[in-house]
Structures are given as structure tokens and as C-alpha cells.
Nanobody, 116 residues
């Protein structure tokens, strides 16, 4: 069945960068919508970014100008490039995918910690 697996999380200092990956098995991102969400301890899950099948992207105000979402259909992998990281970006990051941006499939998450 379909599996999405996030990777690339870790610990970085403020101002640092990380690139998260979302590899799909039993699934293709071609013609699909991919999004990233995050959830910090004690807080509700927050939408971060979306890339539509057309290639159009949308970002939460909190990450605009710092994060870039992309996908490589040939490699069946989605990405979230995160620059200028802030402590407030600390969270578990999840990728999700589906047709028409209806996120039927979800990964298990990868932890991102930003601290001095």
C-alpha cells in the first residue's frame, strides 16, 4: 500500500537550514498535490506549505520567504527546503499527499529542532 516516509529532520541552530524529504512508495506525485504540516508539543497541527499538480505553491505566512516546497515526480520524492530557521519552527513535520489537495496519505513525521 501507499507509504510516505519523511526524512531529513534534525537539530540546527537559529539561522540554519534543513531540507526535509518525503519519499513515496506505491504512489506517484505526478498529477497530485503535496503538502507539509507541522505540530509542536501542546499545539494543534499547522499547515505549512502546498504544491499543486500545476506546480503552484502556497505558504503559511509564518514561513513565507524562508521555506520552499517542491517535488520531483521522477524520483517520487517531495521536499521542503527550510532556510533561516527560527526556534518557533521546532516541531514534528509531516508530509501529506492526494488528488485535488485532499490529503488521504500521511507520513509519520520527522522532528525538527531549532535551538541555540
Amino acid at each position: 500500500q501507499v507509504q510516505l516516509v519523511e526524512s531529513g529532520g534534525g537539530s540546527v541552530q537559529p539561522g540554519g537550514s534543513l531540507t526535509l524529504s518525503c519519499a513515496a512508495s506505491g504512489y506517484t506525485y505526478s498529477g497530485k498535490c503535496l503538502a507539509w504540516f507541522r505540530q509542536a508539543p501542546g499545539k494543534e497541527r499547522e499547515w505549512v506549505a502546498t504544491i499543486r499538480s500545476s506546480g503552484a505553491t502556497e505558504y503559511a505566512d509564518s514561513v513565507k520567504g524562508r521555506f520552499t516546497i517542491s517535488k520531483d515526480n521522477a524520483k517520487n520524492t517531495g521536499y521542503l527546503q527550510m532556510n533561516s530557521l527560527k526556534p518557533e519552527d521546532t516541531a514534528m513535520y509531516y508530509c501529506a499527499a492526494g488528488r485535488y489537495c485532499a490529503y488521504v496519505y500521511w507520513g509519520q513525521g520527522t522532528q525538527v529542532t531549532v535551538s541555540s
